[in-house]
């Protein structure tokens, strides 16, 4: 079959694409997609799949609409946040609507920060950082936690500690980090002043694609 066949029938039929919503790779599979094919399909973008569809296609798919209230959020963190992804189809590219942190999210309102405590961080989680991003339309991915200003610094991440959780539609993903460096070198601390960027790297699409959070996660006092 042909990626044609799989965009005409998610257009025709809601059954089908519950199901896509649920678990994509099955579906994909059923319409024998080669690789490439997948990956045109989960970037999510009408543009990218109507250079590989008919004009006629192409042109049907540029004027669907997909039925409001068809996919809702499973709950209150599928929905954006201070800027995030906007979760309504028809318009389901992948994206973070909001990201969480454990220990919990401690405030700079003086300078309208957001972040985590240093002091927090070494007293009670080890020096570590749970982090959860709440997203759509990821189906192989990864999390990064990368400063902002250069030079770049990432932080460690956990060995055996990255989950993706949920649907295709409403994805979840989790992973602990420790801070840069501390994989050669266990007594790193986290800085504080440190500005990081929460990322998703995209690794199923033909290629790699990254999204960041609208918001920046800080180390603070």
């Known amino acids: 079959m ?7 029938e998610l257009i025709k039929d809601p059954a089908l694409r519950k199901r896509f919503a649920a678990d994509p790779v099955e579906v994909m599979q059923e319409f024998r997609l080669t690789p490439r094919q997948r990956g045109i399909l989960l970037s999510m973008d009408p543009t990218e799949v109507a250079k590989s569809v008919s004009k006629e296609l192409a042109d049907e798919l540029a004027g669907f609409q997909i039925p409001g209230g068809e996919f809702r959020p499973e709950s209150a963190d599928f929905l954006a946040e201070a800027g995030g992804a906007d979760p309504q189809y028809p318009s389901p590219k992948p994206g ?10 401690v405030y700079d309102t003086a300078n309208s920060r957001r972040g985590v405590s240093a002091s927090q961080l070494k007293s009670i989680s080890q020096n570590l950082i749970e982090l959860t991003v709440f997203g759509q339309s990821y189906h192989e991915a990864e999390l990064k936690l990368q400063t902002k200003a250069a030079p770049v610094k990432s932080a460690v991440l956990q060995t055996n500690t990255f989950f993706k959780l949920g649907t295709f539609r409403n994805t979840i993903l989790r992973a602990v980090f420790g801070p840069p460096g501390s994989a050669n070198d266990p007594t790193k601390d986290w800085v504080v002043g440190d500005e990081f960027q929460v990322i998703v790297v995209n690794t199923g699409l033909k290629v790699a694609t ?6 920046s996660l800080w180390v603070l006092a």
């Open 2 to 8: 042909s990626l044609s066949k799989i965009v005409e």
């Open 96 to 105: 973070i609507f909001r990201y969480r942190v454990n220990p919990p999210f």
């Open 210 to 215: 990254e999204t960041k959070a609208s918001t």
